[in-house]
């Protein structure tokens, strides 16, 4: 199971933090990512770290925004968001690959679970 909270209403220009929180057989992950899907939108890939957390990969449209990292003792991976915009308005979404893998995926059919959204509105 994928818990993602952290979700929220923010002005342009601030920042957020979301959580992801594995339990049960997704707690043995290689790989988490963040995806976000705005309303009439493909979800699209955000961001994504390995198991270590030594490889991160980040959508050119977040990079140096957006900061992922994971803490392995409690089993969550977090996305630091600043300078948030208007078009980050979106659902975001966990997702973790659970087979051993030396890449991070950036497509959804790569990633085998999913946690359900939370809600991202920023506000211009």
């Known amino acids: 199971q994928l818990q993602a909270s952290g979700g929220g209403l923010v002005q342009a220009g601030g920042s957020l933090r979301l959580s992801c929180a594995a339990s049960?057989?997704?707690?043995?992950?290689?790989?988490t990512g963040w995806f976000r899907q705005a309303p009439g939108k493909e979800r699209e890939f955000v961001a994504g770290?390995?198991?270590?957390?030594?490889?991160?990969s980040y959508a050119n449209s977040v990079k140096g925004r957006f900061t992922i990292s994971r803490d392995n003792a409690n089993n969550t991976v977090n996305l630091q968001m600043n300078s948030l915009k208007p078009e980050d308005t979106a659902l975001y979404y966990c997702?973790?690959?659970?087979?051993?893998?030396?890449?991070?995926?950036?497509?959804?059919?790569?990633?085998?679970?999913w946690g359900q959204g939370t809600l991202v509105t920023v506000s211009s």
């Open positions: 997702a973790v690959k659970n087979a051993y893998v030396t890449v991070i995926g950036t497509s959804r059919g790569w990633y085998n679970y």
């Open positions: 049960g057989r997704t707690s043995r992950n290689y790989a």
């Open positions: 770290i390995n198991l270590s957390g030594g490889s991160t």
